[in-house]
Nanobody, 121 residues
Framework: QVQLVESGGGFVQAGGSLRLSCQASGVSSSNYDIGWFREAPGKGRESVARIASNGSPTSYVHSVKDRFVVSRDNAKNTAYLQMNNLKPEDTAVYYC??????????????WGQGTQVTVSS
């Protein structure tokens, strides 16, 4: 069982930055890949970024590439999503999720409660 808690969301103007954190706890949380997802009003959940259990590889949706950076510190059981040059279309609830071998199975078994990110124009 893995528990995930996101933090770091908030309100920012376009062009600003935020760093989201995903604190994991539970058995062998460092064995899990971490994915970041977002859900905007009226839209479905979108995969934003992913990082493997040992930190490599990483992947990004095209719309955030070169603006967002996913990382993790397994000693702290924490993953991060550094979001730079934020745009109003990045406004959403952001979730982190954990899964095993997600590049093979594409399945995330544990989810956090989400954190709101609002970007004003």
């Amino acid at each position: 069982q893995v528990q995930l808690v996101e933090s770091g969301g908030g309100f920012v103007q376009a062009g600003g930055s935020l760093r989201l954190s995903c604190q994991a706890s539970g058995v062998s949380s460092s064995n899990y890949d971490i994915g970041w997802f977002r859900e905007a009003p009226g839209k479905g959940r979108e995969s934003v970024a992913r990082i493997a259990s040992n930190g490599s590889p990483t992947s990004y949706v095209h719309s955030v590439k070169d603006r967002f950076v996913v990382s993790r510190d397994n000693a702290k059981n924490t993953a991060y999503l550094q979001m730079n040059n934020l745009k109003p279309e990045d406004t959403a609830v952001y979730y982190c999720a954990a899964g095993l071998q997600t590049w093979v199975f594409n399945k995330f078994d544990y989810w956090g409660q989400g954190t709101q990110v609002t970007v004003s124009s």
